[in-house]
């Protein structure tokens, strides 16, 4: 059981945006400000793609952009191209015993 | 660059232990983390734990709590994992990757190394 929770799927056609929620407790996402999102192509490592709720390293398009209310953080992908198809995982601190939670990954479909 | 090379598959059988290896260059090593995470076929990421290259201090993962141990040798820029008492679902791709100290995020990661574990 993955301690934060995202949608197995989401899809958009080329040029929409689409949404992906990740949703946890006061003790990870809503208690503090270091969620990050990760970008994952079939046989390929993860890529960081947004640290720290909403920065984007240098070298990420700024399509791509992050937010959080309360419990539940959110990566928005703006103008949808078919690169971006793959599975997306966020990432929470959790305090000093668990420093790093995963949601359980949501795949995105460009259609 | 930036890059972290790890070591290459291993085949397993349970009740062994593997030792994975990530060689790390183009940054100052003991200025990071490193965090270990695996992904079991067709699962999403499980993280380890993480080392400081700095001090060694180290934080494992629960469930592998006994089971697990990862360190640094700073004079060569490489970080090891070592899983014992390997079992069927260990079987996964274990990735290690630069963890920012105190921003908790991985910015840097390597290829992964497959590890199976099979009698």
């Known amino acids: 059981q993955s301690a934060l929770t995202q949608p197995p799927s989401a899809s958009g056609s080329p040029g929409q945006s689409v949404t992906i929620s990740c949703t946890g407790t006061s003790s990870d996402v809503g208690g503090y400000n270091y969620v990050s999102w990760y970008q994952q192509h079939p046989g390929k490592a993860p890529k960081l793609m947004i640290y720290?709720?909403?920065k984007r390293p240098s070298g990420v398009p700024d399509r791509f952009s992050g937010s959080k209310s309360g419990n539940t953080a959110s990566l928005t992908v703006s103008g949808l191209q078919a690169e971006d198809e793959a599975d997306y995982y966020c990432?929470?601190?959790?305090?000093?015993?668990?420093?790093?939670?995963f949601g359980g990954g949501t795949k995105l479909t460009v259609l | 660059q930036v890059q972290l090379v790890q070591s290459g598959a291993e085949v397993k059988k349970p009740g062994a232990s593997v030792k994975v290896s990530c060689k790390a260059s183009g940054y100052t090593f003991t200025s990071y983390g490193i965090s270990w995470v695996r992904q079991a076929p067709g699962q999403g990421l499980e993280w380890m734990g993480w080392i400081s290259a700095y001090n060694g201090n180290t934080n494992y993962a629960q469930k592998l709590q006994g089971r697990v141990t990862m360190t640094t040798d700073t004079s060569t820029s490489t970080a090891y994992m070592e899983l014992r008492s390997l079992r069927s679902d260990d079987t996964a791709v274990y990735y290690c990757a630069r963890y920012r100290l105190l921003a908790y995020y991985m910015d840097v990661w390597g290829k992964g190394t497959t590890v199976t574990v099979s009698s």
């Open positions: 990432c929470s601190y959790a305090g000093s015993n668990i420093p790093v939670v």
């Open positions: 720290e709720v909403s």
